[in-house]
Every structure is written in C-alpha cells, then in structure tokens.
C-alpha cells in the first residue's frame, strides 16, 4: 500500500531564504507525483507536475526535484516571501487507478 | 478557461440528514474525483468518474455514493450524515483517467452537528 510522507510538518523561515520541502513515498511503481498548494479554508493549487520519466520540472521560483529509485521528491522554493505562506502537499498517482494518494502536507509560514 | 466549480461552498446540516455536493469541472476534462479532507486523516480519495462511470472507490461506506452526468458534471451523496463526515470536500478534474495533472475546486464545508 502507498504511503506518502512530508517532513517537516511545519517551517518557519524568514523572508528571502531557500528551502527545500521534502517528501517520499514506499511504492516507486507511480505515474507521477504532483506538489499542491494550500491556503487556509480553500482547495488546492497545482504548482508542479513531474511525470515518472521525469527528473524535475521548475516554475518560477519553484523547482521540483523527483527521484523514484529512492521514493523521494523535494520542491525548492527560492527568494522564500510571505505569500508563499501556505500548506504544501505532495501526492501521487500510481498504477492502473488515477486517484492521488496525498501526504499530510507541510506548512510553511514566512516571516516579513 | 474556467476552473473547476462546486456547490455549495458551506453547509451546516445534522446528524441522520442527507446531503448532496455539486462539482462542475473545467471544459473538456471528463474524469471527475472527489475527495474528503480533515485535520485528523488528510486528504483521503473518495470516488472517481470517467464517462459517467465510477472507474476507482475508496475505502469510505455505502452511506458515500456519486454519479457522474453526460456533461461530465458530477455529484456526490451523503446519506445518514455522522458527526465524523463533517469535512472539506473536494472535487478534481482532469482530462483523462489516471496519469495526467488533477485540478481542484475551493471545496464544500459541510458541518454535521
């Protein structure tokens, strides 16, 4: 059975740094892992798709790193501001079904 | 193009009550999956529709059941609510089943109390 994990399950930083969010999963026989974004009360924003042929895909400010031998995916996120203030989910989609199977997130708060 | 659509945003019903959840999604897209978020389990799948057909359930009781419309429209209904439904719910859509990028709405509250 897949399981997804997301560590730290919270950040603080402060305006203008890096981080890096990292996420894995057990089963690397997956279609694609997708990075979410999550403001309080609301649904939830795509912000990267990586395909399982892929090594990483980058938007913006944002790269994301995908490597399915180890089951481990990390999304980078430059010049950090305090927009970027929200929950990030990390999920994927494996086999023959195209439900996603999510982690618990991590919430990063930035700090003016 | 529009993003994906559901309704109501906020629901407050009691417990032994049914509920049904709207979701539209975005033109073109045929594959609809609906999912339930709470604080204790997450993000947890509940159903999906392809063609008007549920493709892949969850593990969540009978008392969850959908359906999906010719338009690709899709609802989902609650019956015998419990004070446990009470959650986000929300609906994804995609082009097609499995593999490709999901997209989500702003989700339903509902409250069961």
């Known amino acids: 059975k897949q399981e997804v994990t997301q560590i730290p399950a919270a950040l603080s930083v402060p305006e203008g740094e890096n981080l890096v969010l990292n996420c894995s999963f057990t089963d690397s026989a997956i279609y694609n892992l997708q990075w979410f974004r999550q403001d309080p009360g609301k649904g939830l924003t795509s912000l990267l798709l990586?395909?399982?042929?892929?090594r990483e895909q980058t938007s913006g400010r944002l790269n994301a790193s995908l490597d399915k031998s180890s089951g481990r995916s990390t999304l980078y996120i430059a010049a950090s501001q305090p927009g970027d203030s929200a929950t990030y989910l990390c999920a994927v989609s494996g086999g023959s079904q195209g439900n996603l199977i999510f982690g618990k997130g991590t919430k990063l708060s930035v700090k003016p | 193009k529009a993003g994906v659509t559901q309704t109501p945003r906020y629901l407050i019903k009691t417990r032994g009550q049914q509920v049904t959840l709207s979701c539209s999604p975005i033109s073109g897209h045929r594959s609809v999956s609906w999912y339930q978020q709470t604080p204790g389990q997450g993000l947890q799948f509940l159903f999906e529709?392809?063609?008007?057909?549920?493709?892949n359930k969850g593990n969540f009781p009978g008392r969850f059941s959908g359906r999906q419309f010719s338009n690709s429209r899709s609802e989902m209904n609650v019956s015998t609510l419990e004070l446990g439904d009470s959650a986000l719910y929300l609906c994804?859509?995609?082009?097609?089943?499995?593999?490709?990028?999901?997209?989500f709405g702003p989700g339903t509250r509902l409250t069961v109390l």
């Open positions: 994804a859509s995609s082009q097609t089943t499995a593999g490709v990028a999901q997209y």
């Open positions: 529709y392809f063609s008007e057909t549920q493709r």
């Open positions: 990586i395909q399982s042929s892929q």
